[in-house]
């Protein structure tokens, strides 16, 4: 029930837009192998940490053990996080000092470092992959995210963001407060500068950005932190941290002509444990692969990814039915197309099967009007439909010349066919023959016929 005022650079605000957030319990799988070195590729290069502005001007609480601290890989299907403690040097690496970029590059917002639940439009000089789909634009608010969406609408907090710390954040209560972004062609970086809770300015001012860069992976870098995440009040704002991401339905009204409702909704979200940001941490996502990526039918039907990958010869596209092209899907008719998971061309019954061994589990995706089963392998958990199971698509099969029942309902509905086109053409011969015989009659009225019909009426 939070809305942003948006800034008049929008090219139109979408005040008919319904959200519904319905997302699914996450199941996390957490992996027990040792981690693999991190190459963090950072988009702030040759950064010193004993330079002022970095983390050494910031004292870290006593007591605590100067070990690293980095958190396993959790899986959330369509990223890989990683955490990293204050204690880890890869959580200094991953900061980005944009007071040491280039300063004609690095800009600051004047109207988001000065009011309140504003938002404003960012252009990205790259493609940025997110969940699979890549932006141009995105939306920078003053509450501590960035809204991915394209449907611009005043409640950008609902879905499709990306939240270092979504919070009540007010930079106008200071004139220290600002909300900076730098674009160097590889890597965004937003950064939200000694900003403060509205509702509660005497907690101290917050500092953390989040970095976008052009592989999609997604970095959240924590500088100063106050206080516990967990302690901030979502009482007049929500508290978030992770990612999320829907798809948008237009509806028709029918008893308004020309009028259509969007209605959004999250397919996906990331909620990462707020109780790990603290002072001079740092997230790290990395992109898993999604069914978007491939763009033929053979690679498609055939992944192993961890979701149901089906390929829509009309669109050209694989998609697992749950991303931003959910309406292109259904109004082109790709799920009734996707159940046969069959290519155009013959496919080599010595390649990879097209189904694997799944063990289907009792859990569901709820939404408001979608409903998803989801299916266990040894990777990574899919959030996607799962076609008919294998004896149902059989029936659209013929191996062999076998008879199934839809060929024997074929065989029939042809001798109906043949029957009626027989009977049409009887009638019509009789019809012609009758109004032969009249005219006939009509014209040789002594003839035998008119003789005979005179006599039997």
């Known amino acids: 029930g939070v809305f942003y005022e948006v800034v008049q650079s929008f090219h139109q605000v979408e005040e008919n837009v319904e959200v519904d957030s319905y997302v699914s319990s996450h199941r996390w799988r957490r992996h027990s192998e040792s981690l693999k070195s991190v190459d963090t590729n950072r988009a702030s290069m040759g950064q010193d940490s ?84 890549f932006l141009r634009e995105i939306t920078v608010a003053t509450g501590g995210f960035i809204y991915t969406g394209e449907v611009v609408h005043r409640m950008l907090t609902a879905t499709q963001y990306i939240a270092p710390l979504m919070a009540n ?43 976008l860069l052009n592989d ?28 999320s991401d829907a798809f948008v339905v237009v509806h028709r009204i029918q008893q308004i002509p020309n009028v259509r409702r969007r209605t959004i909704y999250e397919y996906h979200r990331v909620e990462l444990q707020m109780s790990k940001i603290t002072n001079l941490s740092a997230v790290e996502m990395i992109p898993l692969p999604t069914c978007l990526q491939f763009t033929s039918c053979g690679p498609c039907v055939t992944a192993q990814i961890g979701f149901n990958c089906s390929w829509c010869s009309k669109l050209q596209r694989c998609s697992s039915g749950f991303d931003r092209h959910r309406q292109d899907w259904v109004d082109s008719g790709c799920p009734e197309e996707s159940k046969d998971k069959i290519c155009e061309k013959n496919i080599d019954t010595t390649e990879t099967p097209l189904y694997s061994t799944t063990t289907l589990l009792p859990t569901t995706t709820r939404f408001r009007v979608l409903t998803t089963t989801r299916a266990s392998t040894t990777s990574h958990l899919p959030t996607s439909l799962p076609t008919e199971d294998d004896t149902k698509i059989a029936l659209h099969l013929k191996d062999n010349g076998a008879s199934t029942d839809d060929s024997a309902a074929e065989k029939k509905g042809g001798t109906l066919h043949a029957g009626l086109i027989v009977g049409i053409l009887v009638l019509v011969l009789v019809v012609a023959a009758a109004i032969l015989v009249t005219v006939y009659m009509y014209h040789h009225p002594t003839s035998a016929a008119s003789l005979f019909f005179i006599e039997v009426r």
Not at 59 to 71: A, F
Not at 97 to 124: C, F, P, W, Y
Not at 219 to 243: C, D, M, R, W
């Open 50 to 133: 004993l330079e002022p502005g970095g983390f050494t001007d910031l004292l870290l609480e006593e007591g605590h053990d100067n070990t690293t601290q980095i958190e396993e890989d959790t899986d959330h299907n369509y990223y890989t996080s990683r955490t990293y403690g204050p204690y880890d040097s890869t959580s200094r690496d991953l900061w980005v000092n944009i007071d040491q970029m280039e300063k004609d590059k690095v800009k600051i917002h004047g109207i988001l470092s000065n009011t309140h639940r504003q938002a404003a439009r960012v252009n990205l000089s790259f493609d940025f992959p997110f969940y699979g789909h």
């Open 216 to 243: 999609g992976r997604i970095i959240f870098g924590y500088k100063e932190i106050p206080v516990a995440v967990t302690q901030i009040s979502s009482t007049n704002h929500p508290v978030k941290v992770g990612l």
């Open 169 to 211: 954040f007010d930079p106008s209560v200071s004139r220290n407060s600002t909300v900076r972004y730098f674009d160097n062609g590889t890597a965004l970086v937003v950064q939200w500068d000694h900003v403060h809770l509205q509702d509660n300015y005497n907690l101290g001012s917050f500092t953390f950005q989040a970095t």
